[in-house]
């Protein structure tokens, strides 16, 4: 980062000036990313955007941004926030049967790190190195894995397995003060990704 006179930035040098010290093109978030107009959650949007942006062309990593053009570009990006999505690992077995679209609906519990996914998400599955990204088409609360499997198809959630296989399994992974969190039915689709 290039300060405007066209030298390194020195932030280390200006935090020891204080704020008021700054050059006109440095903006306080600059050196404080706690200072971003629109809160932590917006500024990350927007780094995601702006690298984003600087990978559809190798040659942005070999140039020096001058303050004034990264403030530029940061704050250039369309006001539609970059969509992350929600990470979640899996067991393998059931990361298969996502990655080949035979299971269609993931079941989670509804504790805290759930709270924000809703219809139109993404979620991002992990196991072992392997990543597959999906959308989810629907999210349905329940009280508990047996009402759950009342109202959700068996075969969608896992199609090689009974209910009562199903219902083993999920309660070896939850324990009984997780079921009474509440439990998610997660309706997720597969996303394609342009070739890279």
């Not at 250039?76 to 077995?93: L, V």
């Not at 991002?124 to 959700?152: A, K, N, P, W």
């Not at 009562?164 to 990704?193: C, H, K, M, T």
């Amino acid at each position: 980062m290039l300060a405007p006179t066209g030298a390194k930035l020195s932030k280390s040098l200006l935090r020891e000036q204080g704020n008021g010290a700054l050059p006109p093109d440095v903006e306080p978030w600059m050196l404080d990313t706690t200072t971003w107009p629109d809160g932590t959650d917006d500024y990350v949007d927007a780094l995601v955007w702006l690298v984003g942006e600087l990978l559809t062309d190798p040659k942005h990593f070999f140039r020096s941004f001058t303050v004034k053009e990264l403030g530029r570009l940061m704050t250039a990006r369309p006001t539609e926030p970059a969509a992350r999505a929600h990470e979640m690992g899996i067991y393998k077995r059931y990361f298969d049967l996502i990655a080949t679209g035979r299971k269609t609906t993931e079941i989670r519990v509804n504790d805290s790190s759930r709270k924000k996914i809703k219809e139109g998400s993404l979620i991002r599955f992990r196991c072992q190195g392997d990543q597959i990204l999906t959308r989810v088409t629907r999210i349905v609360r329940y009280t508990s894995f047996d009402e759950m499997f009342d109202h959700e198809s068996v075969t969608s959630v896992n199609p090689l397995a009974t209910r009562d296989e199903q219902l083993a399994n999920i309660r070896q992974i939850y324990p009984p003060e997780r079921e009474a969190l509440g439990v998610l039915a997660i309706g997720i689709e597969l996303v394609d990704l342009p070739p890279i």
